[in-house]
């Protein structure tokens, strides 16, 4: 028996594909393409770290580990928040190894919404963000953020946003896709709003350790906001694992307990090579980290100056891997440049509008690539823009 549309559950077939895979995907159908599209380090992961994994295999470790994730790297990850962020956590109670950031993102949100619970959506945003509100029974509700307040979540904007049935905030910091850092003080006016309406905060932090000109601040680190807070990293982006596909969860005990019975069943646990593999990562890995930081500034530089010298609009990101210029002034969507400057000039960018409605006028560009990759795709791009 065929299957049909009718089977297919609504909120699944109203969900609007990724707009970043889609030009990933045209991007890959042709040849010469620079792409600046898809927002993965181009380090490979540490050699200490990949050996560590062929190591557990040689040993036999192939078989489950607890399913909140091997004892020994959760005491690790608590060394390692409590050493670099300043938050302790309980390793055996308080924090549980997923899938990805992304699989410890689905998991906060199923663990607290009840259908009709309200999320505020901080935008220009992560693609999945919204979609995976909606998929646990939320509603998302959006705040727009501005090139003029360098995509800095206002307080007054998040406090029109909150309404009785909100429940929690999805925050990211450094940001993806505008790079944009919140530093203390923001996150200190931020956090009186969740506090006073009694909000959790769901903390994608998962560009922590590319924060390049003040050092990061994880909310969870702040006055009354630890019990509040579910923080959210892993290894994908500061450690270059995007392929091993590990995240961590840190949480209060009665939250993480919720989110490690959801994992359970879904996942059982992360694979267990991956896990010797971070374990590894984080007890070696740290200079390698501040290797690739000081590159991705010395390129974050170059081509920030390069764009507004071009003529497209760019502020300074603080973190991340992203620039976000506008293309405002070319007169075109911001579809309509991607889709322009793929065909014509052969290199792929991310259109803002796939980030939200704030995004509209921008495009992302990844720098994690090569020096000489970004120099021609800068020349391309000036190019283009020129006509």
Same mark, same amino acid.
């Not at 793929?342 to 991310?350: P, Q, S, Y």
């Not at 939200?356 to 690539?369: D, H, L, T």
């Given at each position: 028996?065929?299957?049909?549309?009718?089977?297919?559950?609504?909120?699944?077939?109203?969900?609007?594909?990724?707009?970043?895979?889609?030009?990933?995907?045209?991007?890959?159908?042709?040849?010469?393409?620079?792409?600046?599209?898809?927002?993965?380090?181009?380090?490979?992961?540490?050699?200490?770290?990949?050996?560590?994994?062929?190591?557990?295999?040689?040993?036999?470790?192939?078989?489950?580990?607890?399913?909140?994730?091997?004892?020994?790297?959760?005491?690790?990850?608590?060394?390692?928040?409590?050493?670099?962020?300043?938050?302790?956590?309980?390793?055996?109670?308080?924090?549980?190894?997923?899938?990805?950031?992304?699989?410890?993102?689905?998991?906060?949100?199923?663990?607290?919404?009840?259908?009709?619970?309200?999320?505020?959506?901080?935008?220009?945003?992560?693609?999945?963000?919204?979609?995976?509100?909606?998929?646990?029974?939320?509603?998302?509700?959006?705040?727009?953020?501005?090139?003029?307040?360098?995509?800095?979540?206002?307080?007054?904007?998040?406090? /029109? =946003? #909150?309404?009785?049935?909100? @429940?929690?905030?999805? $925050?990211?910091?450094?940001?993806?896709?505008?790079? %944009?850092? !919140?530093?203390?003080?923001?996150? /200190? =006016? #931020?956090?009186?709003?969740? @506090?006073?309406?009694? $909000?959790?905060?769901?903390?994608?932090?998962?560009? %922590?350790? !590319?924060?390049?000109?003040?050092?990061?601040?994880?909310?969870?680190?702040?006055?009354?906001?630890?019990?509040?807070?579910?923080?959210?990293?892993?290894?994908?982006?500061?450690?270059?694992?995007?392929?091993?596909?590990?995240?961590?969860?840190?949480?209060?005990?009665?939250?993480?307990?919720?989110?490690?019975?959801?994992?359970?069943?879904?996942?059982?646990?992360?694979?267990?090579?991956?896990?010797?593999?971070?374990?590894?990562?984080?007890?070696?890995?740290?200079?390698?980290?501040?290797?690739?930081?000081?590159?991705?500034?010395?390129?974050?530089?170059?081509?920030?100056?390069?764009?507004?010298?071009?003529?497209?609009?760019?502020?300074?990101?603080?973190?991340?891997?992203?620039?976000?210029?506008?293309?405002?002034?070319?007169?075109?969507?911001?579809?309509?440049?991607?889709?322009?400057?793929?065909?014509?000039?052969?290199?792929?960018?991310?259109?803002?509008?796939?980030?939200?409605?704030?995004?509209?006028?921008?495009?992302?560009?990844?720098?994690?690539?090569?020096?000489?990759?970004?120099?021609?795709?800068?020349?391309?791009?000036?190019?283009?823009?020129?006509?």
């Amino acid at each position: 028996m065929p299957v049909t549309k009718s089977y297919i559950a609504k909120s699944v077939e109203t969900m609007r594909p990724s707009g970043i895979r889609k030009f990933f995907d045209l991007a890959a159908g042709m040849e010469g393409v620079i792409s600046l599209g898809v927002g993965e380090p181009d380090f490979v992961t540490s050699w200490s770290a990949r050996e560590a994994a062929i190591l557990s295999l040689e040993r036999g470790h192939t078989s489950y580990t607890a399913n909140a994730g091997l004892l020994e790297l959760r005491e690790e990850i608590a060394r390692y928040v409590s050493g670099r962020f300043y938050v302790p956590y309980n390793p055996k109670e308080e924090i549980i190894v997923t899938v990805g950031a992304s699989q410890a993102i689905d998991l906060a949100l199923r663990a607290i919404l009840d259908p009709g619970d309200e999320v505020i959506v901080v935008e220009p945003c992560f693609v999945s963000y919204t979609p995976l509100v909606e998929l646990a029974g939320g509603k998302a509700v959006t705040v727009e953020t501005t090139g003029e307040q360098q995509f800095k979540l206002q307080p007054e904007a998040l406090e /029109q =946003a #909150i309404t009785p049935k909100t @429940k929690a905030l999805l $925050l990211c910091s450094p940001n993806n896709p505008t790079g %944009a850092q !919140l530093g203390r003080e923001d996150l /200190q =006016a #931020i956090a009186a709003i969740v @506090k006073q309406h009694d $909000l959790l905060v769901i903390a994608d932090e998962i560009y %922590a350790e !590319l924060a390049y000109d003040v050092p990061h601040t994880s909310i969870a680190s702040l006055d009354g906001m630890r019990e509040r807070t579910i923080l959210i990293n892993g290894f994908s982006k500061g450690f270059a694992m995007t392929g091993w596909r590990l995240g961590f969860i840190c949480a209060p005990g009665e939250l993480a307990e919720a989110m490690l019975k959801i994992h359970q069943y879904a996942m059982m646990c992360a694979s267990t090579p991956a896990q010797y593999a971070a374990l590894e990562a984080l007890k070696t890995g740290m200079s390698d980290v501040e290797e690739m930081k000081k590159d991705y500034r010395r390129r974050r530089n170059y081509i920030v100056q390069s764009f507004n010298e071009i003529g497209l609009e760019c502020h300074l990101p603080g973190g991340a891997f992203y620039v976000f210029p506008s293309i405002r002034n070319t007169g075109l969507t911001s579809e309509e440049f991607a889709e322009s400057l793929l065909r014509e000039e052969k290199v792929a960018v991310v259109p803002g509008s796939v980030f939200g409605k704030g995004g509209e006028g921008f495009i992302r560009c990844s720098y994690a690539s090569s020096m000489e990759q970004l120099q021609e795709a800068v020349k391309r791009i000036g190019r283009f823009a020129g006509k």
